[in-house]
């Protein structure tokens, strides 16, 4: 089996509740979407052929064992299910960024499932499949990036849907870049007394201006 695959490297979490721990990345190629807010766009359609043994042995070279697929969208892939399955077989721990457009069954409980729900500043929102909010479990994480007041509301809506289990560590609300100031996003919050996590990407803190996987 096999995965087209953009680039793997080794850097800090980013994003997550997992952000600032160092982390192996394997970013897929292709995406079924077009994100207003999309910063990885060079994954659309670059990367190379790896069989899964291949991206194994190159994940092998880094020091930690905690591994993120993203993309692009890992889904979109039909072997992405085997290669998680594999790293858990070899004791990762492995975490998945999805923008939730494919059924998340497909993929081990075991691994962290982080699904993008989609708001309409996304221009991608009617994509999402809002079903697999009845698949998350405790494990995994909701993430809404949210660009004004009407992604705002409309994740708000959103939450009423998630999960009881899913606790309000890993409901990230994350504000876009450049385009909603974070102490806003802030403000809202405290005012509605939401129990959400306010999500930043610390990887744009550290590495300011750098657009490809450090």
């Not at 680039?7 to 997550?16: D, L, Y």
């Not at 790896?50 to 889904?75: F, H, S």
């Not at 919050?189 to 990407?201: F, N, S, T």
Request: a neutral charge.
């Amino acid at each position: 089996m096999s995965l087209i695959v953009n680039e793997i490297f080794f850097s800090i979490q980013g994003e997550s509740t997992h952000a600032g721990l160092p982390c192996v990345f394997v970013r897929l190629t292709g995406c079924n979407m077009r994100c207003s807010y999309c910063d990885t766009t060079y994954a659309y359609v670059e990367g190379q052929s790896l069989t899964i043994p291949d991206v194994l042995t190159r994940i092998a070279t880094y020091p930690r064992k905690r591994v993120e697929i993203t993309g692009g969208e890992p889904l979109l892939q039909d072997s992405t299910p085997e290669l998680v399955s594999r790293l858990l077989q070899k004791g990762y721990q492995v975490l998945l960024e999805t923008n939730g457009s494919f059924d998340i069954r497909r993929i081990d409980a075991q691994c962290i499932r982080i699904m993008d729900v989609k708001c309409p500043g996304s221009g991608e929102h009617a994509g999402c499949d809002l079903n697999n909010l009845d698949y998350l479990d405790k494990t995994d994480q909701v993430k809404f990036v949210l660009g004004d007041r009407n992604d705002y509301d409309f994740a708000k809506k959103i939450l009423n849907r998630l999960p009881t289990e899913l606790t309000a560590g890993n409901r990230l609300f994350s504000p876009m870049v450049g385009k909603l100031p974070p102490a806003e996003l802030a403000a809202w919050i405290l005012k509605d007394g939401l129990d959400v996590r306010l999500h930043l990407q610390q990887h744009k803190v550290i590495w300011p201006g750098i657009e490809r996987g450090v």
